[in-house]
């Protein structure tokens, strides 16, 4: 998939995006440019994977239906600026110049950073096995950054653009205010270069997540089995995370990829059968069904003005 998309990039780099670059004067950024390129063609794979699957099981068995869409509409917005960028892999890039920075200075002294597969060494012969591997690790600094969200006030206040929605559907995954979205993509972006994911695997990892949390998000009445459901987050065991009767510190479900960190520190609700309404009781209005620039500017405001909604 990565290849095919590698050659699609340098088809449409060498066509399209180097003579408009030289008509505009901006050969400088071709780089950046072409960078930028595998990033949006892998944010396009995101979108249609997601939309032929999380929209067809919407459509099969819906949680809510809804006369007015205009919020969903707000959040499809967000999944373009987002994905057609993807901000986890631009930091990852951006980044990638402190981790070689890093490593030379590491090593002038005697040292050797340790990576995954410097103390596995057996990872560099199983790279299946390794990418299983760096998502799960990936995964369990996810949850943490999460249940920071949820317990640190203002970091809060901007995750409660999320929160917030009532009419959540798959693409409600993406919104995000982009204060919130940058600290979590540096976090994913540091932790990624830390444990030493190799740059050709780190895109695999982002389109495997971004696809399960965005199914997570479905409005459909889908549960994955008493088995299943301790596996891999379903929509069902995520709606319990969004019910607005789990919100602030009072939170369950966490889990992004994989419910085990819930059952292991004790933030699991396995028992809740229904599918709760969504959304913050007491959130600003402007967050719940204002625009991109009203739910940003009200994330601020509240996350960093003198006087924050009470939880």
């Keep these: 998939m990565i290849e095919f998309l590698d050659s699609i990039r340098a088809s ?3 066509v399209w995006l180097i003579p408009a670059l030289y008509d505009l004067g901006l050969m400088a950024w071709e780089e950046e440019a072409f960078d930028w390129l595998g990033f949006a063609l892998l944010g396009l794979v995101q979108i249609f994977v997601c939309i032929v699957l999380c929209g067809t099981l919407e459509k099969w068995r819906p949680v809510e239906r809804w006369d007015d869409q205009g919020p969903v509409h707000t959040d499809i917005l967000y999944t373009l600026l987002i994905r057609l960028g993807i901000l986890p892999l631009a930091v990852f890039v951006l980044f990638r110049p402190i981790q070689v920075w ?37 995964d369990f600094g996810e949850y943490w950054r999460h249940r920071l969200q949820h317990a640190i006030p203002w970091w809060w206040e901007l995750h409660a653009v999320h929160h917030a929605q009532k009419q959540m559907t798959f693409w409600t995954d993406d919104r995000n205010h982009l204060l919130d979205d940058v600290i979590a993509a540096v976090w994913l972006g540091v932790l990624a270069l830390a444990i030493g994911v190799p740059p050709a695997q780190f895109p ?22 008493r088995v299943g459901e301790r596996l891999l987050v379903s929509p069902r065991f995520h709606r319990a995370h969004h019910g607005e009767q789990a919100t602030d510190v009072q939170g369950v479900n966490y889990g992004v990829l ?28 402007a967050i719940v069904s204002g625009g991109f620039l009203a739910q940003q500017v009200a994330g601020l405001r509240a996350a960093f003005g003198r006087r924050r909604r009470a939880p």
Excluded: C, K, Q
């Design 12 to 14: 449409i780099h060498e």
């Design 102 to 138: 890093l490593h030379g200075t590491i090593v002038d002294f005697g040292a050797v950073p340790p990576t995954l597969e410097s103390l596995f060494p057996a990872l560099r012969e199983a790279p299946l096995v390794a990418l299983a591997v760096y998502i799960v690790v990936l």
């Design 204 to 225: 695999v990892i982002v389109l495997v997540t971004r696809i399960v949390e965005s199914l997570s998000h479905a409005n459909a009445r889908l549960s994955f089995g």
């Design 258 to 285: 994989l419910p085990v960190w819930d059952w292991m520190f004790g933030t699991a609700d396995w028992n809740r059968r229904h599918y709760p309404a969504t959304g913050v009781p007491g959130a600003d209005e």
